[in-house]
């Protein structure tokens, strides 16, 4: 394991505790619905930049997708072998694990573009998204999309709110930054602004989404889903996909998902 590795603390919490609660069931449903609307049939490529455990690209090497997971953490990397072990072999094959840096993806994938370029949970982490997007862009294929999911900078005073912590919610108003919920800084970008950067790229921003609303709030009032149970689970699903797709709900959303196409 790398010394500098930030995440190698935060696999657990991030791929085991996050993903298994009511929000990381959402988050996983609700994106996966809004990228069929958008990627190029299987056995298209899909470069997931920042792919963590593969928890957001994993489900797309199962569905037919070839994967390539670009990662700068080993110890994330670690975690998406091991979770790569229980696949489907079919899948198992569809799926390659780069260590690198986002910043580099171009070198790292020696020029090779994607029909699909995911970036799921990553610019909150940097101090700017620009040279990220830059590679993201540059690794799209003419006619595919790129995605990112990020904080959305203009919701920040929710969380604060919620949590009654009234001054720091007054702060939030003006400032993106924030401890997240795995105690690390990270820092909110809005639409407008990354759509912007997309098209400086000669990528055409196509649609934005929120991700999970009332999952969120519950959470902050201390109510609890029942996950047990399959049909409180599929209706809390369906609830919030719709919510994603419609203003206001989707404005509301602590998080926004962003999808551009390089036109073909
Ligand atoms: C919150 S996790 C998200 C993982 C995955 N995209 C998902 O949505 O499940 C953030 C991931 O970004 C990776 N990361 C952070 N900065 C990066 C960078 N500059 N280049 C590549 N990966 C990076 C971390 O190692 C971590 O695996």
Not at 56 to 71: C, E, K, M, N, Y
Not at 89 to 101: I, M, S, T
Not at 159 to 180: I, K, T, V
Not at 220 to 232: I, K, M, R, Y
Request: aromatic letters at 6%; one cysteine or more; proline letters at 6%.
């Amino acid at each position: 394991m790398a010394e500098d590795d930030l995440w190698a603390g935060l696999v657990d919490p991030f791929a085991d505790g996050a993903y298994a609660s009511a929000k990381g069931l959402v988050r996983t449903y609700v994106m996966h619905q809004h990228l069929l609307e958008h990627l190029p049939p299987p056995p298209a490529t899909v470069l997931d930049v920042g792919g963590g455990a593969g928890h957001q690209s994993f489900p797309l090497a199962r569905a037919g997708w070839h994967v390539t997971l670009l990662d700068s953490s080993d110890a994330m990397l670690a975690r998406a072998r091991e979770r790569l072990g229980v696949l489907p072999a079919g899948a198992r094959d569809r799926v390659r694990l780069l260590h690198a840096e986002g910043e580099h993806a171009v070198e790292a994938v020696a020029g090779q573009q994607f029909d699909a370029v995911l970036c799921h949970g990553v610019l909150g982490y940097l101090d700017d998204p620009v040279a990220m997007i830059e590679q993201l862009c540059r690794c799209v294929a003419p006619g595919g999309i790129v995605s990112i999911l990020t904080g959305n900078a203009r919701t920040s005073a929710v969380r604060p709110a919620l949590e009654r912590r009234w001054q720091d919610a007054l702060a939030a108003f003006d400032d993106p930054r924030e401890l997240g919920v795995l105690g690390v800084p990270t820092r909110g970008d809005d639409v407008e602004h990354l759509s912007g950067l997309l098209e400086a790229h000669g990528v055409q921003p196509v649609q934005w989404y929120g991700v999970w609303l009332f999952t969120d709030w519950l959470e902050f009032s201390g109510a609890t889903v029942d996950l047990e149970d399959p049909h409180e689970v599929a209706a809390m699903a369906q609830v919030e996909l719709e919510a994603s797709r419609r203003d206001p709900y989707r404005q509301l959303s602590r998080p926004f998902h962003l999808v551009g196409r390089r036109p073909a």
